[in-house]
C-alpha cells in the first residue's frame, strides 16, 4: 500500500472462551433471553396503560358530548340568524313583503310572500330538543329594508344551564341582533 491509499480493516474482539462450548452457548443463549425478556412489555404494564386511557376517556366522554351539543345549538343560532338576514335581504331585492312563518307540525320556519302566499325555497328545520319562543305568529320584511320588531328566544330543552340566546330587532333600522340571555 502506498502513502495516499486508506485500508480498513474489521475489528474483532477477542473474547476468551474459558468455558467448554457447550457451556459457552448456554450462557449466551440465556444472556439473550434476558435481552428479549427487558425489552418486551409486562403484563403489569400493559394493565395500567389501559386503565390510565380508561380513567382519561371516562373524562373526556362527557366534555366532547357537551362540546357536541354546544356546537349544534350554536349551530341552529346561527341559521336562525341567517335566515332572517336572507329573508330581510330577499325582501329588497325582490321589492315584496315577506313574512317568516313558524311551522309546528313539520318543525321548520320557511318563508313567504304576503300578498301571494307563495313560498320561498329556503326552510331552516327546528333540531329536535331545540325549541323558541316568540310572541309574534309571523315576522315581517319590507322593501325598503325594515322589518316588524320582534324578538325570539332559543334554547336547548336538555341543557342544564338554562342558556338561552336572544335574536331581535328594533325593526325601524333593520338590524338584527344576537344577544345572550342571562
Not at 491509499?5 to 473474547?15: A, G, P, T
Not at 439473550?32 to 412489555?41: E, I, L, M, T
Not at 330577499?90 to 318563508?111: C, G, P, T, W, Y
Amino acid at each position: 500500500m502506498g502513502m495516499n491509499e486508506i485500508s480498513v480493516h474489521k475489528l474483532q474482539i477477542y473474547r476468551p472462551n474459558f468455558f467448554s462450548p457447550a457451556l459457552n452457548h448456554a450462557i449466551n443463549s440465556t444472556y439473550r433471553q434476558k435481552v428479549r425478556a427487558k425489552s418486551a412489555f409486562t403484563l403489569l404494564e400493559l394493565l395500567l396503560t389501559i386503565a390510565l386511557v380508561g380513567i382519561i376517556l371516562g373524562v373526556s366522554i362527557p366534555s366532547l358530548n357537551r362540546s357536541i351539543k354546544n356546537t349544534k345549538f350554536r349551530s341552529f343560532v346561527d341559521k336562525t340568524y341567517l335566515f332572517l338576514d336572507y329573508a330581510k335581504n330577499h325582501a329588497v331585492l325582490k321589492s315584496v313583503i315577506l313574512q317568516m312563518r313558524f311551522d309546528q307540525e313539520e318543525n321548520q320556519i320557511f318563508l313567504e310572500e304576503r300578498e301571494t302566499k307563495q313560498r320561498v325555497l329556503r326552510t331552516v328545520k327546528i333540531p329536535e330538543k331545540m325549541s323558541f319562543e316568540i310572541k309574534e305568529e309571523e315576522i315581517n320584511f319590507y322593501p325598503d329594508g325594515t322589518l316588524q320588531k320582534f324578538e325570539i328566544i332559543i334554547y336547548d330543552e336538555d341543557d342544564d344551564s338554562n342558556r338561552r340566546i336572544k335574536i331581535s330587532s328594533k325593526g325601524f333600522d333593520g338590524k338584527i341582533v344576537v344577544n345572550r340571555e342571562e
